[in-house]
């Protein structure tokens, strides 16, 4: 298995996760190792029955527990290294959490053979020796115009979990040029389903792509497919403009008129000075 896939097999792990599936199983071996590190619950078990018990604990503990990556490293061949984010609130305390954590996959032969989970990602560079990812962290800011790029290579290939794990799980998209707009990663997903659907093929080309500051994007260009059963092409204008927040997105709103979301973006910008 290469690196390249080892990462595709990790993120595939998490897109749903950060909808709030925690039921997917089958990327892990059947004797997998999970070791919580820190948190309310540390200890260590085997198989995947005490792994799902681990999450049934977590789970069970929490109001609204959420997932979020910042980033995944690959450490080397065998492993992975997820830096996360949880949040939640602690149903018996009323508490709410919020910490930066991390996960580091060890992969064979396409399946994870252990994991260890930690609520406390310093912690859990310096068990591995990998402190200086602290610093490269700290000193990397996304690229908002490289991850709109990214964005839409998944859309064009049609990869629904990708586009959406571009947005944060409260991300609000609106689309009144669709005729409504849309609250959270489920809805978001939805909509990008149900706009690819009538299409047997399907392209979004780019002709303008800004970063304005103050985390705000334009986005425009051409959306061209050709529908289900017809050999007719059918195409029309678009644009984005998009508000982000730590390599995130906050808020998507389409338009059909380039100069009115030029507009809009710019004055975005200056307002979030």
Same mark, same amino acid.
């Given at each position: *298995?290469?690196?390249?896939?080892? +990462? %595709? #097999? /990790? ?6 996760? !950060? ?5 997917? $199983? %089958? ?8 070791? *919580? ?23 069970? $503990? ?32 009323? +508490? ?7 996960? @580091? ?10 994991? /260890? ?12 020796? @990998? ?11 996304? %690229?908002?115009?490289? @991850? ?12 629904? !979990? ?15 040029? @669709? ?16 706009? +690819? $659907? ?5 392209? #979004? #080309? ?15 260009? /051409?959306?061209?497919?050709? #529908? ?21 997105? !906050?808020?998507?709103? *389409? ?19």
């Amino acid at each position: *298995m290469t690196d390249s896939s080892n +990462l %595709d #097999l /990790v993120r595939s792990i998490y897109a749903p996760m !950060e909808r709030g599936d925690f039921s997917r $199983a %089958d990327w892990a071996h059947p004797e997998i190792e999970c070791v *919580m590190v820190g948190g309310p619950e540390p200890g260590s078990g085997s198989g995947l029955a005490a792994m799902a018990t681990g999450w049934g604990e977590v789970l069970g $503990a929490w109001e609204d527990f959420r997932v979020e990556v910042d980033d995944y490293r690959e450490v080397d061949d065998e492993r992975v290294l997820a830096l996360i984010r949880f949040s939640g609130r602690g149903k018996t305390s009323g +508490l709410e959490i919020a910490t930066r954590g991390a996960a @580091l996959f060890q992969l064979h032969d396409g399946k994870v053979d252990r994991i /260890v989970h930690y609520w406390d990602r310093d912690r859990a560079l310096a068990d591995h020796g @990998l402190e200086g990812l602290a610093m490269s962290e700290e000193s990397t800011t996304p %690229d908002p115009v490289e @991850l709109v790029r990214k964005q839409f290579e998944a859309g064009n290939r049609r990869d629904i !979990e990708a586009v959406v794990s571009s947005f944060a799980v409260d991300a609000v998209f609106d689309g009144r040029a @669709l005729g409504d707009h849309f609250e959270g990663r489920a809805a978001i997903s939805g909509v990008f389903e149900d706009l +690819l $659907a009538p299409y047997e093929e399907f392209e #979004l #080309l780019i002709e303008e792509n800004r970063n304005l500051g103050n985390g705000v994007t334009l986005t425009g260009g /051409v959306a061209r497919g050709r #529908l289900v059963g017809s050999s007719a092409h059918v195409q029309r204008r678009y644009a984005f403009v998009t508000t982000w927040a730590e390599g995130v997105i !906050e808020r998507l709103k *389409m338009y059909t008129d380039i100069d009115e979301a030029r507009a809009a973006a710019e004055r975005l910008a200056e307002e979030r000075e």
